[in-house]
């Protein structure tokens, strides 16, 4: 939107002031704060200023890049295009008991929870697993077992469904046969709406997808499956590098690193809407390549190591689940990470990355996920 010139309510009374003593003699006209003529001018200010602002409203919810809220949503409907909404949280969890010798049964649709209660998941049905049984609508726990692992999802949408490593460890309900839960994985696919930025700027791809079948056509159909997929389109190649004219493969990630297969069918779905006639594809998803860190810490004075230790692995834990796919870890740009992470951290020394002080690189078909973090003072 152009540079308006807008004015205050005191601007717009102060230059009707001056036209009107400009235009007649001063010593006839009663302007001063009480009079009718002062009261007269300060009504049409405020008539004014209440017309200003409804052209300022009527311009900006006129234009996706200024509209924001529910005027952005109805802008983007003209078009046919919703928000993306909130995604739940999905993982697995570990299910264990202390005493093995009967069988036991965790049922779908069980609870569990991190230890404060703030978030809860529920057990969800996943027909390739090798325990569940339909028979009892959940996952048999065999004599002589002491655990199973199975596929839970946060019952609350969004980002408040996301859980460290250990964080979900508490039963919502009792299981007979089962005593303790824990996720040996972080949770970390949960998604908010879509932002209003987020939005603006799918709706641009939107508009450079109308031609189809094109890259951008292709990655704006799996974009638009859920909030938070990342998708790389390689063209003319197979999924194993060998040359194959006219075909394509994309390779999505919904933050987790393990997409389930529904949500891939589903952006296959949406691919094959975009795809030129006659092309063929396949939509797979990444292959993670775990970066495991260590990293030695000189703490500067007057702070505590537990804090400091905390603030640097969960800064170097959010910059590489950022990575998008393909993208290379980079070993230096993890000192700067460490050092930004907190005040508290005065020197890193003697990091390594798997070992070594090599980058980890990435390919089309590979997505950095983030391993064990070790940083010690």
């Known amino acids: 939107m152009a540079d308006l010139q807008t004015k205050d309510f005191e601007t717009l009374v102060r230059e009707q002031v001056a036209a009107i003593q400009g235009g007649s003699s001063r010593t006839l006209i009663d302007l001063t704060v009480g009079s009718i003529l002062r009261a007269v001018v300060e009504a049409y200010a405020a008539i004014a200023?209440?017309?200003?602002?409804l052209i300022l409203k009527l311009l900006a919810v006129t234009r996706a890049s200024t509209s924001t809220g529910t005027d952005l949503d109805t802008f983007l409907a003209d078009y046919g295009l919703e928000r993306l909404s909130a995604t739940r949280a999905t993982g697995q969890a570990s299910f264990s008991r202390f005493t093995p010798t009967a069988q036991?049964?965790?049922?779908?649709?069980a609870i569990v929870q991190t230890s404060d209660g703030t978030q809860q998941y529920a057990v969800t049905i996943d027909t390739t697993n090798t325990a569940y049984n339909a028979g009892f609508n959940g996952y048999v726990i065999g004599a002589g077992v002491s655990a199973v692992t199975v596929p839970i999802a946060a019952l609350a949408t969004g980002?408040?469904?996301?859980?460290a490593v250990g964080g979900i460890n508490t039963l919502g309900q009792a299981i007979p046969g089962v005593d303790t839960v824990s996720n040996a994985a972080a949770?970390?696919?949960?998604?908010d709406a879509e932002t209003d930025i987020a939005a603006r700027a799918r709706f641009v791809d939107f508009l450079a997808s109308l031609a189809k079948a094109t890259r951008g056509a292709i990655r704006y159909a799996a974009d638009s499956v859920q909030s938070g997929i990342t998708c790389a389109v390689v063209e003319n190649e197979n999924y194993d590098g060998t040359p194959h004219l006219g075909y394509f493969y994309a390779v999505v990630d919904d933050g987790s690193g393990t997409?389930?297969?529904d949500l891939i069918a589903s952006i296959a779905n949406a691919v094959d809407d975009a795809r030129g006639f006659t092309i063929n594809f396949g939509v797979f998803g990444p292959t993670v390549v775990v970066a495991n860190v260590a990293l030695h810490l000189t703490l500067a004075p007057g702070f505590l190591s537990g804090?400091?230790?905390a603030a640097v692995d969960a800064a170097i834990t959010a910059y590489i689940r950022g990575l998008p796919l393909g993208g290379a870890l980079i070993w230096s740009r993890l000192i700067q990470v460490a050092y930004d992470a907190t005040p508290g951290v005065a020197n890193v020394s003697s990091l390594l990355l798997n070992g070594t002080t090599a980058d980890i690189t990435?390919?089309?078909k590979?997505?950095?996920k983030p391993g064990s973090i070790t940083a010690t003072v």
Do not use: R
Request: no cysteine; glycine share 12%; proline share 9%.
């Open 49 to 53: 200023l209440w017309l200003q602002g």
């Open 104 to 109: 036991a049964v965790v049922p779908i649709g």
């Open 159 to 163: 980002t408040v469904g996301n859980a």
């Open 187 to 191: 949770v970390v696919n949960g998604e």
């Open 259 to 261: 997409p389930s297969s």
């Open 307 to 309: 804090p400091v230790i």
């Open 362 to 364: 990435a390919t089309a």
């Open 366 to 368: 590979q997505v950095v």
